[in-house]
């Protein structure tokens, strides 16, 4: 592993790390690492806990208002969730049929952005304003996503059925077909474990913006662009890629998964190749949120199998380079167990994530200060603007 620089202080100044490694920037009462560097703690309670335990209201609950709800309180957010979700502007529906098939995580994008023009024209910041379109977003997010990738597929999309449980009315519209109790209740657990994670680049992304004090869809939007990178939410995708490129070669070879595997992850950091979903910024020795995922894991479809695999890549990674598997290997299989096309993984990432953007926005902005860091400016300095023809 690479040694971390330190902080330094040069004149009024305090130089940080690139990547802002090890730099605490803030307190939060979210979400983060306990202050014994043992467990990832959601309002007190281990993410494991909480990941294999809630369901997605009472996950969403505990994020945005810091405590697991009581009979009222669930009863309350789960209509608002299930109301909104049948909700969406129907222009929207039209704007998704005219543009371009590309990822789907633009359609999030543009999708949260195109809410914001609906309902954020004046923002206010009152609390029970901001909490309401908290919901709204999460309850709004899946369908924009299911409905942009559904059109662009299949020409259709199925709507969402506010008489039904959040979470498997989302994976009802992605697969569009009716899960199983337990294929629900692996995807609930997996936007649950990805619902928040301390100061993580996105979530960070989205408190910058929310400090400038502008609206939450407009905060949420720069989230999702931050997860789509392939160091964040998109190592879920990479890490089926790899995982079915490695099936296709076991195939050719007449061999299991299981027993090729580490050959061609040894070929892949032989030509100094980075294996998607090990390594975290946080977690060195392990990441617990692969535990409950595992649980599921082993529950659905060719899960013995999986399993074995997955246990083997862990093995060979730890054994070679001393890296942790981390959430995104797993929920990678989990969703191909469930049929997910594989660009939508990302998607569902943010499908979960969305709370706890929301709940950070709220956060930043009834405290806030601006975040502005200064730079260290190292280029030339005294150049004086020449007319083009004076300039080759
Ligand atoms: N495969 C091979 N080598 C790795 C991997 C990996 N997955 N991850 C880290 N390393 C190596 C790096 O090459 C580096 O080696 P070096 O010291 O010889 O240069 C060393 O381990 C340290 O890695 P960094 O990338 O510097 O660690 P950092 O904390 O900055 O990055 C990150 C963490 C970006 C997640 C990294 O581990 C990575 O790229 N992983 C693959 C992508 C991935 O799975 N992302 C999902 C993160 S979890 C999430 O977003 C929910």
Same mark, same amino acid.
């Given at each position: 592993m690479s040694q971390q620089p330190e902080c330094r202080v040069e004149g009024n100044y305090i130089v940080v790390p690139k990547g802002l490694v090890? &730099?605490?920037?803030d307190e939060t009462?979210?979400?983060? &690492?306990d202050p014994k560097g043992e467990a990832t703690i959601y309002r007190g309670y281990t993410i494991e806990d909480i990941g294999e335990h809630a369901s997605f209201y009472e996950a969403a609950h505990l994020i945005l208002f810091g405590r697991l709800p009581c009979d009222e309180e669930l009863k309350e957010i789960r209509s608002k969730i299930d109301k909104y979700r049948g909700q969406i502007p129907e222009k929207l529906f039209d704007a998704m049929k005219h543009v371009p098939v590309t990822h789907p995580m633009f359609y999030g994008i543009y999708g949260t952005a195109l809410l914001g023009q609906y309902y954020a024209p004046e923002w206010r910041f009152d609390e029970d304003f901001l909490y309401d379109h908290a919901l709204r977003l999460a309850a709004q997010l899946p369908v924009i996503f299911t409905t942009g990738w559904n059109l662009a597929h299949h020409g259709t999309f199925l709507r969402p059925d506010p008489s039904r449980d959040h979470a498997w009315d989302v994976l009802r519209m992605i697969i569009m077909r009716e899960p199983s109790d337990i294929e629900a209740r692996a995807f609930e657990s997996t936007l649950v474990l990805y619902m928040d994670h301390g100061f993580n680049a996105s979530t960070f992304t989205t408190r910058v913006i929310g400090s400038t004090l502008s609206d939450l869809y407009s905060a949420v939007a720069g989230g999702i662009a931050a997860l789509k990178g392939p160091l964040h939410g998109g190592a879920n995708e990479k890490a089926m890629e790899m995982f079915l490129d490695a099936m296709k070669k076991a195939e050719e070879k007449g061999v299991p998964l299981y027993d090729y595997i580490e050959e061609y992850i040894k070929e892949k950091l032989a030509r100094k190749e980075k294996i998607m979903g090990f390594g975290h910024r946080i977690y060195k020795l392990h990441d617990p949120r692969t535990d409950v995922a595992a649980k599921f894991v082993a529950k659905l479809k060719d899960g013995e199998f999986w399993m074995k695999v997955l246990k083997k890549a862990e093995e060979v990674m730890w054994r070679e380079k001393k890296i942790p598997a981390n959430i995104d290997l797993y929920t990678a299989v989990l969703y191909y167990q469930l049929g997910? %096309?594989? %660009?939508?993984y990302t998607p569902i990432f943010a499908m979960g994530r969305v709370v706890g953007w929301s709940a950070h926005y709220i956060e930043q902005v009834l405290n806030n200060k601006l975040i502005r860091p200064t730079e260290k400016y190292v280029g030339p300095t005294g150049l004086k603007y020449q007319p083009i023809e004076e300039r080759c």
């Open positions: 090890n &730099v605490i920037v009462k979210i979400s983060g &690492v997910i %096309p594989i %660009p939508m």
